[in-house]
């Protein structure tokens, strides 16, 4: 059975930094596109950013570029999103996504940036 499981999430000051992971059990996770997405408190969920099953390719929501970096170990079956200078605009619940012949959604971890 396929699952995502998301980590890293939690509260944060504004201008501070956090590491989410999603480790995947998938069988050869290493032909998935992966992904993060999030969703706000009445806001539709959006896409933060994606890399390609080798990693050779990245992409990013105008929102987080230059702030947010997507990586991956196909050797440990995990993704990250390490989140850097954090907004409070970037509150939200974030999701891991794993794409190949379908589409397989981690259940999400909470990230709170307040002061």
């Known amino acids: 059975q396929v699952q995502l499981v998301e980590s890293g999430g939690g509260s944060v000051q504004p201008g501070g930094s956090l590491r989410l992971s999603c480790a995947a059990s998938?069988?050869?996770?290493?032909?998935?596109?992966m992904s993060w997405h999030r969703q706000a408190p009445g806001k539709e969920r959006e896409l933060v950013a994606s890399?390609?099953?080798?990693?050779?390719?990245?992409h990013y929501a105008d929102s987080v570029k230059g702030r947010f970096t997507i990586s991956r170990d196909n050797a440990k079956n995990t993704a990250y999103l390490q989140m850097n200078s954090l907004k409070p605009e970037d509150t939200a619940v974030y999701y891991c996504?794993?794409?190949?012949?379908?589409?397989?959604w981690g259940k999400g971890t909470l990230v709170t940036v307040s002061s």
């Open positions: 996504k794993a794409v190949r012949a379908y589409d397989y």
């Open positions: 998938l069988f050869s996770f290493s032909e998935y596109t």
């Open positions: 890399i390609t099953a080798s990693g050779g390719n990245t």
